[in-house]
């Protein structure tokens, strides 16, 4: 069981390395400028490391999503068994866009190559899809305790409140206007979009 443990550090440290040398080159050269060789020379790996690790060079990108989903699982296990559904959905985005505006550089990067990868919104990745699950989950439970409206489904609402996440996020990327504003003022759009007093017009 140690020597497991000790493998998966050993394992997730050169995965990081290999993060790391490929994002500091990203920043120098640019993504598509950027060769798998130049990534593994600069951190001391092989190219079958490399693969290993992240199948491609577009993987690289796909770790930070990985981190963000660690960190919200952290934080769910942590919670108080009575905390309500509802601030856990904010302190879920509250912590993803900390995480964003403590890393603006990387996710700066991750978002403009992302995007122009004709994968990222078609084949989501399962580090996207299980923090999406997260939320899902989440604002079922909201429902279930009438805290928000239940006139759309869990899953409409949850991809509503996803999209402006996502706005925050590129809005602090793009540098318009400091985070915790946003997310003050995005949580308060969320509140009277899955309030109860809402009814189909």
């Given at each position: 069981m140690a020597t497991k443990g000790l493998r998966q550090k050993k394992n997730t440290q050169v995965k990081q390395n290999l993060y790391d040398a490929a994002m500091k080159l990203f920043r120098?050269?640019?993504f598509n400028e950027t060769s798998v060789d130049e990534i593994t020379e600069k951190a001391g790996y092989s190219r079958a490391t490399f693969f290993n690790h992240f199948g491609a060079k577009q993987g690289v990108l796909r770790l930070y999503g990985q981190r963000?989903?660690?960190?919200?699982?952290?934080?769910?296990?942590?919670a108080d068994p009575?905390?309500?559904p509802l601030e856990l959905i904010r302190q879920m985005i509250a912590v993803m866009v900390h995480e964003a505006e403590?890393?603006?550089?990387e996710v700066s990067l991750i978002c403009?190559?992302?995007?122009?990868d004709p994968e990222y919104m078609s084949n989501p990745t399962p580090a996207r899809k299980r923090l999406f699950e997260i939320l899902t989950g989440l604002v079922s439970k909201a429902q279930q305790k009438?805290?928000?409206?239940?006139?759309?489904?869990?899953?409409?609402?949850?991809?509503?409140?996803f999209f402006l996440y996502q706005g925050v996020v590129l809005a602090t990327v793009t540098d318009n206007g400091s985070s915790e504003?946003?997310?003050?003022?995005?949580?308060?759009?969320?509140?009277?979009g899955v309030s109860n007093e809402n009814t189909p017009t």
């Open positions: 120098q050269k640019g963000l989903q660690d960190l919200v699982e952290k934080l769910l296990d942590r009575s905390t309500p403590e890393n603006i550089e403009t190559y992302s995007m122009v009438e805290q928000i409206r239940q006139d759309l489904t869990a899953r409409e609402l949850a991809l509503h409140i504003s946003l997310l003050h003022s995005v949580w308060q759009f969320i509140l009277k």
